[in-house]
Nanobody
Framework: QVRVVESGGGLVKAGGSLRLSCVAS????????MAWYRQVPGKQRELVAA???????YYEESVKGRFTISRDNAKNTGYLQMNDLKPEDTAVYYC????????????????WGQGTQVTVSA
């Protein structure tokens, strides 16, 4: 069993900052990648930030220069640092981990957290 849990969301004024955390636990061999998505009601979930295969990081255009992802491999934890937040950043933020488990025959599997609400007031 693998569990992915996000935390760190909340209510913040425009211009403020939040740091989201994503902790993966359970039967984990290795966490291959950690990515962040967000979703607002009535819209599709969109990719916010993720590592790319060439070693760089993809950021959605509207968050470039404001958001930064990082991870602590020893803790199986990923972070999304969000600075200069804007009302349009309001959404539920989800962590998506690709994890190799003892049961996946060596291939990474997708695991999602339950989401954490970020609300940015004007």
């Amino acid at each position: 069993q693998v569990r992915v849990v996000e935390s760190g969301g909340g209510l913040v004024k425009a211009g403020g900052s939040l740091r989201l955390s994503c902790v993966a636990s359970g039967s984990i061999i290795i966490v291959v990648t950690m990515a962040w998505y967000r979703q607002v009601p009535g819209k599709q979930r969109e990719l916010v930030a993720a590592p790319t295969r060439d070693g760089n990081t993809y950021y959605e255009e509207s968050v470039k220069g404001r958001f930064t992802i990082s991870r602590d491999n020893a803790k199986n934890t990923g972070y999304l640092q969000m600075n200069d937040l804007k009302p349009e950043d309001t959404a539920v933020y989800y962590c998506n981990d690709k994890i190799v488990t003892p049961y996946g025959l060596g291939s990474p599997e997708d695991f999602w957290g339950q989401g954490t609400q970020v609300t940015v007031s004007a």
